[in-house]
């Protein structure tokens, strides 16, 4: 009770975000007090750090790169590219706003698609003077959009990447096993988005009130540089996965490579468009206290029994077949993710299927459905991942606001048909993969 009572306090501080009361500092708060009241030990500390310290770098590079190529133009410019070759019609133009959600959040995690290209989207539909309801549709899906196609790579989702760490998944196996299980979600997800919103979408609209795409563009030197940056970077990851190199040194290294390029370190700065100390002062430092301090909080949970109790329900769930146990494990990953957060859910489903006595097959199974359910999971309720509640107060900069009520509403309707696919397709796809 102790435990729960401590999370629970942490969990609202942490959702509420008192002024000059940072997520990090909320979780490190609870995290202080669970080891003062003796829910967890301090032997439990490096235990925690060792499993989420490279996720959390890997996450605060990612970002930083996004916010140096945002600040150079290259989303806005490729969402003008977009929209020029939805060619008027706004049919076309919805499922490939989809679709630049989608390769955004595979590169540059889910948080960067949400966070970067809504404010962006939302500039091109007011240009386009797109209906209420119509802009609402396309806001909804640029939101869902980053979290349903979040599976492909390690670095698409900081979920992923813990789970990939914690359960020694090499980068080229991991890619293996999700990319074409995020295809089959990206088309659940323009599906169920198009029947819920279709009749919402004007048939056309004016190209000729679109800026060029080169206009975007504020640094042309980091433009140009971001492409083979990105594509080394790519390759980078798999190439050093055999090796074993932390997938934050490598990410880290790319984001060195493009502060250099923005700040002109060469020149002493001077000709540098992009402020690199501002990429560096908005980066998420504060994911790094939260990281050790919520999954501290979350590990004293386990100690106290929720691990247990966990392994025990997939157990039952691995007696009734793989099929069921991978089905079964994302759901009940997802549900937990939209109550407690998805951070601290991660890292409650890998402690307990890591405990439970299963199959191989079926534990490889349940690490992957465990992804999936708090990739996906969290679109259940605003609760479910910080992206989420991120995405909403940058609506409401923006004059859309969501009610809680409202986003249930959409999420309880959305979710659980693009889940299901999405499962099935794992439970269908990894044993076909472990026979070639």
Same mark, same amino acid.
């Given at each position: ?76 410019? &490729?969402? /003008?590219? %977009?929209?020029?070759?939805?060619? =008027? *019609? ?8 989809? !679709? #630049? ?86 088309? &659940?997800? /323009?599906? %169920?988005?198009?029947?819920?919103? =279709? *009749? ?8 000729? !009130? #679109? ?226």
């Amino acid at each position: 009770m102790l435990a729960l009572v401590i999370f629970a306090i942490t969990l609202v501080l942490v959702i509420w975000q008192p002024k000059g009361l940072g997520i990090g500092w909320s979780a490190l708060g609870g995290a202080l007090v669970a080891l003062l009241l003796g829910v967890v030990q301090w032997t439990d500390v490096e235990v925690v750090w060792d499993i989420v310290w490279d996720a959390t770098f890997t996450f605060v590079a990612l970002i930083i790169i996004s916010l140096i190529l945002d600040a150079a133009g290259f989303f806005a410019w &490729a969402a /003008l590219h %977009v929209a020029r070759w939805g060619n =008027g *019609r706004g049919h076309l133009l919805f499922p490939m706003i989809v !679709v #630049l959600g989608a390769v955004i959040a595979a590169f540059f995690a889910n948080d960067g698609a949400a966070l970067l290209l809504t404010p962006i989207v939302i500039a091109i539909l007011l240009r386009l003077n797109f209906s209420p309801p119509a802009a609402f549709a396309f806001i909804i899906a640029t939101g869902f959009v980053a979290d349903t196609t979040s599976l492909p790579l390690v670095i698409s989702n900081l979920v992923n990447i813990v789970s990939a760490n914690y359960f020694d998944i090499g980068f080229d196996r991991y890619a293996a096993v999700m990319v074409p299980v995020n295809l089959v979600s990206l088309a &659940a997800t /323009l599906i %169920v988005l198009w029947l819920v919103f =279709g *009749r919402q979408i004007p048939k056309q609209y004016s190209v000729t !009130v #679109l800026d060029p795409p080169h206009s975007a563009i504020k640094d042309l030197l980091v433009f140009r540089a971001a492409f083979p940056i990105l594509l080394v970077l790519l390759i980078a990851y798999f190439v050093t996965a055999p090796l074993g190199v932390p997938i934050s040194l490598v990410t880290g290294t790319a984001a060195l490579l493009l502060m250099a390029v923005a700040g002109r370190w060469w020149r002493q700065g001077n000709g540098a468009v992009v402020s690199v100390t501002n990429a560096l002062r908005h980066a998420p430092w504060q994911i790094v206290l939260f990281s050790i301090g919520m999954y501290l909080v979350v590990y004293g949970l386990g100690n106290a029994g929720l691990t247990n109790m966990g392994a025990t329900a997939l157990q039952w769930l691995a007696q009734q077949g793989d099929f069921v146990a991978t089905v079964g494990t994302g759901f009940l990953s997802a549900i937990v993710a939209s109550v407690m957060n998805n951070m601290p859910s991660t890292l409650v489903g890998a402690l307990a299927i890591d405990q439970a006595q299963v199959p191989a097959t079926t534990q490889e199974l349940m690490v992957y459905a465990n992804i999936i359910g708090n990739d996906l999971g969290p679109k259940f309720t605003p609760i479910g991942s910080l992206a989420t509640l991120l995405w909403l107060h940058v609506l409401a900069d923006k004059g859309y606001r969501i009610s809680w009520g409202q986003y249930m509403k959409i999420g309880l309707l959305i979710t659980p048909p693009v889940l299901l696919a999405t499962l099935v397709a794992l439970a269908w796809w990894l044993p076909v993969l472990s026979t070639l």
